[in-house]
């Protein structure tokens, strides 16, 4: 019945119909006299018992975690002889660029406890899935992230002076100082805003990923894109994750879920966030290809996206989750004392034993790629650019305030005129009570 479907889309859509959707609605659905298995439409190839078992998480298998080099930098796999098919200047930009988020975070952090900005975020000790993972997408690929994930837009092209204009919330602002700080977003490469509502990306990079997948069908001389879409262990109880992933399934699309699991959603441990094996094990339930990676190795990170990347564009795609585990070295936000609910030892003992940054520049130095006056020199040098940027940004203009009636809707309305004329005549009436000088044109903008 739903075959009919197809018969009335282009020959191109007949030839990428993925594989499994045909195996499945070709299957006779009537239940063969003497077959050992069922023929509900619901569970195909499901074996007929007499035992009455029920099955428990505890006697499944954990899935394991892929890892290509362990906390000494060393690598693990026996056969390997490089830890990547990329070459040493590539893994040296990943290295500096998970060291230019944890010197920005660093700084940031404090400049915030000092009240020269309102809110931060840091991702310290997920430096390593940000970028890893964000090495193994192309600049055409979209991203929906979270908010941890600086070190995507940095790996993604990000400059300095996007992250001040943002989190300063000035003139040069791509988000027109609209959203609290943090809440990055870019045209291109294709970083949709990020959001504070948890989840709400999930289901939203299903439906990018299946246009994109019927842009490629419509178009198969565009390079294949997929959509990343990133999100903490707290985040998937949302129901947006369940939605998010069994529409992605469904319906065949290129989305690549990347979940960081580092232990909290600010005081929630995960042993209160959930009872089964993780998130990875959930993947398998929406009948999604899963694997879970240690966040802290780079090299696990990016091979285990590549490989995600590749199946995702299979058979005219499919969804693929990625689970990456690490420890929230830091505390939630600036409004969190994390020492309030987890004890400081526990911390220092993460900080201590092993780290994404830490672990990449052993493997460095063990290859004769960095040392000590390399490290010293480039952090240095990374200071001084995030504190020029950071001054700049401080110093610049805020948007017109006419910007805040603007992009409410596609045009402005209107009562959103009257609003702002209202606006301008109290500013001018209270001049002194209103300081405007700091936003560009003042109230002529109004
Ligand atoms: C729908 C919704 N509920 C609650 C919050 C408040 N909140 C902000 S961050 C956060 C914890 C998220 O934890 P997780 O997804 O594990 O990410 P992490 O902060 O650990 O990176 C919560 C509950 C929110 N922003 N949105």
Known sequence: MSLSLFGRLPRAVRVLRPARITARWSSSLSQRPGSDRVQFPGAVNSKFTTDMA??????????????????????????????????????????????????????????????????????????GISVGSAAALTPDDTVFAQYREAGVFQQRGFTLKDFMSQLFANK????????????????????????????????????????????ALQNPNVPSRIVACYFGEGAASEG????????????????????????????????????????????????????????????AVYEA??????????????????????YRVSHHSTSDDSFAYRARVEVEDWKRRDNPIIRLRKWLENQGLWNEDLERDTRSQMRKSVL????????????????????????????????????????????????VRQFEDGVNSL
């Not at 996206?305 to 690490?326: C, D, H, K, Q």
Request: include cysteine.
């Open 305 to 326: 996206t590549r490989e995600a990347r590749r199946i995702a564009l299979e058979g005219g795609g499919r969804p693929v989750l990625v689970e990456a585990m690490s």
């Open 388 to 435: 020029q940027e950071f001054g700049a940004a401080e110093r610049e203009k805020k948007p017109p305030i006419r910007v805040a009636f603007e992009d409410v809707y596609e045009e402005v309305t209107e009562e959103q005129q009257a609003q702002m004329k209202e606006l301008r005549r109290i500013l001018e009436t209270y001049p002194e009570e209103y300081d």
């Open 54 to 127: 029920f099955m428990k998480p505890s006697d499944m298998p954990y899935i394991p975690t892929y890892r290509v080099m362990d906390s000494d930098g060393a690598l693990v796999g026996t056969d390997k002889k490089r830890p990547v098919d990329v070459s040493d200047q590539e893994i040296l930009t990943w290295y500096r660029n998970m060291l230019t988020v944890s010197v920005m975070d660093g700084i940031m952090f404090e400049a915030q406890r000092q009240g020269r900005l309102s809110f931060y975020m840091v991702s310290a000790g997920e430096e």
């Open 172 to 215: 040069n602002d791509s988000g027109k100082g609209r959203n609290m700080p943090v809440h990055y977003g870019s045209s291109y490469p294709r970083n949709h805003t990020i959001s504070s509502p948890l989840a709400t990306q999930i289901p939203q990079a299903s439906g990018a990923a299946y246009a994109l997948k019927l842009q």
């Open 240 to 299: 947006d994750f369940h939605a998010g992933l069994n529409i992605a399934a469904t319906r065949s699309c290129p989305v690549v879920f990347i979940c960081r699991n580092n232990g909290y959603a600010i005081s929630t441990p995960t042993l209160e966030q959930y009872r089964g094996d993780g998130i990875a094990s959930r993947g398998l339930g929406y009948g999604i290809d899963t694997i879970r990676v240690d966040g802290n190795d780079i090299f």
